[in-house]
């Protein structure tokens, strides 16, 4: 078993910043500098990949070295790794520290539910499992980031991590986005993933946790499915043709669905939470009242429209998926009281 307080402590991150990197790189060490700091790690820069026994991040990608995270400031045409992030321009190395020193601390078994690259979840099982209840509820996190590619499920590791020391098991789910795959292997990805999920942990109250474009996904997939135990939207995108009409996401309602409403009605309709009225399933929306406003808009006319509670809370988009933010600890407290009913 790992230990993962000695895998905590005094713990440094190599950064191996590339010859052929086109970017400042004192910005980018600042940058490190600010979110190792943030993270409680230290920090090291090399301009060439070296043995260390700690989390790596190496920019821009090399598919000759393992066992590091691999990072892209631009976009890639196809992961070269398990660990390969991309497209993301500088903010994204803060991500890219974020998901090595998560990965380390609290490794994660990778399970497929699929032969696509992008079809796997990384499972955590309890920290404490004597402390675990008999059959410990699962937690499938549905990552957002506007359903592009270039956003994946390192977005919600610090919720995983979190989960499993609640005594959950976590699921992290990555998919197929539609960008790249088209609308059909989306939705059809977010079904496989949890039905794999059920499949490993038969009895276990399945719980959705959807962040921004994928609380839309958890919602869509709670009108279909009456088993879920809970579908939580964080800060989700639950009006797809109003949102369609605000050019949100500059277009990426669009883009994602393959089309306006007019265009294709049909997939509009099954997709839509707002035109699925009533789930088949129970559902929570999270919403910081710090996040955009059409965010806010579109969370409290889902709300009123279709009798879910509403948590607004002060936070932004990020807050909902921070494990230390208030509303997170809002957030848990009503999920453990729904699902306690149920």
Do not use: C
Not at 187 to 192: E, F, G, L, Q, S
């Amino acid at each position: 078993m790992i230990n993962r307080a000695l895998r905590s402590a005094s713990m440094d991150v190599l950064l191996v910043l590339g010859p052929d990197l086109n970017a400042d790189r004192d910005l980018l060490i600042s940058l490190a500098e600010s979110t190792a700091d943030e993270l409680g790690v230290g920090l090291r820069v090399a301009g060439q990949h070296e043995a260390h026994d700690g989390p790596i991040v190496v920019v821009p990608a090399d598919s000759s070295v393992t066992g590091a995270v691999l990072y892209d400031l631009t976009v890639a045409a196809e992961p070269i790794g398990p660990h390969h992030l991309h497209g993301r321009g500088v903010w994204g190395l803060a991500w890219a520290i974020r998901h090595a020193v998560h990965s380390f601390r609290a490794p994660a078994e990778r399970v497929s539910y699929g032969a696509h690259p992008e079809q796997w979840a990384d499972e955590r099982t309890p920290t404490d499992a004597a402390a675990a209840p008999a059959v410990a509820p699962v937690g499938v996190l549905i990552h957002g980031g506007f359903w592009r590619s270039i956003w994946a499920a390192d977005l919600m590791d610090a919720l995983a991590i979190d989960l499993a020391g609640r005594g959950w098991v976590s699921w992290n789910l990555e998919y197929r986005r539609p960008d790249r795959n088209g609308w059909d292997a989306t939705t059809a990805d977010i079904a496989a993933g949890v039905a794999k999920a059920r499949e490993r942990h038969p009895g276990a109250p399945i719980v959705l946790f959807g962040h921004s474009a994928g609380g839309q996904l958890a919602l869509r997939l709670a009108a279909d499915d009456p088993d879920l135990a809970l579908a939580v939207s964080l800060a989700g995108v639950l009006d797809l043709h109003e949102g369609q009409r605000r050019f949100l996401g500059e277009g990426a309602i669009t883009t994602a669905l393959g089309g306006t409403p007019d265009e294709r009605p049909e997939v509009y309709a099954a997709s839509d939470p707002m035109a699925r009225l009533p789930l088949a399933s129970e559902a929570l929306l999270v919403q910081g009242s710090g996040d955009g406003l059409d965010l806010v808009d579109i969370n409290r006319r889902f709300a009123k429209a279709s009798n879910i509670t509403l948590l607004e809370l002060p936070g932004d988009h990020f807050d909902v998926i921070a494990p230390a933010s208030p509303i997170w600890a809002a957030t848990m407290a009503e999920v453990e009281r729904q699902i306690s009913r149920s």
